[in-house]
């Protein structure tokens, strides 16, 4: 089987286009209480019955943390330009305010110093859902304390590694964090109250942006952005109500994200209907969320179809399905790019995570995960298109490198390129991973000769 992107398309990813792979810390490092790391929201709600579909915890996850050299080797031997994680706040600051905790910085600079001298651009990430539980204990994200806790946590950070990585990211997806943490409460810290899930979305972003203003302040010399988790939602049917109910759906999942953000301001309509749940919001707040920044990054994975009655069924779209019932719809990638470049005065974008979870049976060495490497082939092929259109795209990274704890699925889906065996620990590369190191030696290949013959891998 060959996964060929089309030559036009190749041809339009810049020579500076950055190709790389994805984690996050509680997904994959495990020392959950090693080296004086303080508990965080998932370590407690990994501990709630039914919390996780099979139990289980990051405790070990892929034990990242403890094999450190071999996984940076193996990320090496992908050809990457980027490898993107995360920090884990409470390694680092066991309560989320005052004391630091030098055994747990100490990981992080061996993470970044093991990337560069391999020649890999480190791309972190400062939260990607881990908080202190001692942050939580007093209001989490839903309480304004934590914003100046967050800005003092990412100026500590830069203070320590700034000079060394390429990008820092503020938060990851943090429609996630506040409504499927606060409002349906799937994911830590478990809640199902609305209005706490408004006001913690509204300090996420105020946070945001109170961080870029303090970096820059203080000489920060990483790129800095934020990653939001984006689809194109459309109606089931041409009905009136299926329109509104999608209407409403792109304005909680899109333009609640990207208005204040780039236009200062959130959407009228989703204000409207939140009622008496509309966050409080000080003056000056909306000014400090729409600083600018340098990136926007985009976890794309499917788009959305909803119908007014809730009843749209996505088994009977015709299109493939991953393992997490996902509908496979690259084409969403390239209309998504293009909206919002259109739409909003958005910064160069990057695909911060893009892959999907299959079954995969690990068999004599070799996993043969054709409908991985079809789909990640499809997904980039959708960015080209949107970059042929004339999106400003600067780059692409997998998720994810491995597999790991995948939140509320626990360890049955598996999204990584890299197979872990849960037993053993071991990493083998399947075959869609063989397929991106060839990919990517292609690229360097059309970027030394300026090339557009079509890869075909
Ligand atoms: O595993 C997650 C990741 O942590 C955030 N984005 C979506 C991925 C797949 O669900």
């Not at 984690?23 to 370590?43: L, R």
């Not at 600051?93 to 970044?112: C, H, K, M, S």
Request: aromatic residues 10%; negative net charge; glycine residues 8%.
């Amino acid at each position: 089987m060959t996964f060929a992107i089309p030559p036009a398309t190749l041809a339009s990813f810049p020579q500076d286009f950055v190709w790389g792979v994805a984690t996050s810390a509680y997904q994959i490092e495990g020392a959950a209480a090693e080296d004086g790391k303080g508990p965080s929201i998932w370590d407690d709600f990994c501990r709630v019955p039914g919390a996780i579909a099979d139990a289980s915890d990051g405790l070990v996850a892929c034990d990242h943390y403890h094999r450190l050299e071999e996984d940076l080797d193996l990320i090496a031997s992908l050809g990457v330009d980027a490898y993107r994680f995360s920090v884990s706040w409470p390694r680092v600051q066991p309560t989320g305010a005052g004391a630091w905790n030098e055994q747990g910085v100490g990981f992080y600079d061996r993470l970044v110093d093991g990337l560069l001298a391999r020649g890999i651009q480190p791309y972190l990430t400062l939260n990607h859902w881990d908080l202190p539980s001692a942050l939580q204990a007093q209001g989490g994200w839903a309480a304004r304390s934590t914003v100046q806790r967050f800005v003092d946590y990412a100026c500590r950070m830069d203070r320590r590694l700034g000079d060394r990585v390429r990008a820092i990211t503020t938060h990851n997806e943090p429609w996630v964090v506040a409504t499927l943490g606060h409002e349906t409460g799937v994911f830590a810290p478990g809640l199902k109250d609305r209005r706490s899930a408004v006001q913690a979305a509204h300090h996420l972003l105020l946070s945001h942006g109170l961080a870029l203003q303090a970096l820059r302040a203080q000489g920060c010399k990483a790129q800095l952005g934020l990653v939001l988790n984006l689809s194109p939602i459309g109606p089931a049917t041409d009905r009136p109500d299926d329109a509104a109910a999608a209407r409403l759906e792109d304005g909680r999942l899109v333009r609640w994200y990207m208005d204040p953000l780039f236009k200062g301001e959130y959407p009228a309509d989703v204000l409207q209907h939140l009622g008496a749940d509309a966050p409080q919001v000080h003056e000056g707040d909306l000014r400090a969320i729409a600083t600018p920044m340098d990136f926007l990054g985009i976890n794309y994975y499917t788009r959305g179809v909803v119908s007014a009655r809730g009843d749209w069924d996505v088994t009977t779209s015709g299109h493939a399905l991953t393992d997490m019932g996902w509908e496979v719809y690259p084409r969403g990638l390239t209309e998504l790019l293009l909206r919002l470049h259109r739409d909003w005065q958005v910064p160069p974008l990057f695909v911060k995570e893009n892959g999907a979870a299959f079954k995969d049976t690990l068999v004599g060495g070799r996993v043969h995960d054709a409908e991985r490497t079809d789909y990640i082939a499809r997904h980039i092929a959708a960015v080209g298109e949107a970059l042929r259109q004339g999106v400003p795209m600067a780059g692409y990274m997998v998720w994810s490198l491995m597999d790991n704890f995948e939140w509320a699925s626990g360890y049955a889906k598996r999204f990584g390129i890299v197979h872990v065996d849960y037993a053993t620990l071991a990493r083998t590369p399947k075959d869609s991973a063989l397929w991106y190191r060839e990919f990517l030696r292609q690229q360097r290949a059309r970027r030394a000769t300026a090339s557009t013959e079509p890869v075909e891998v």
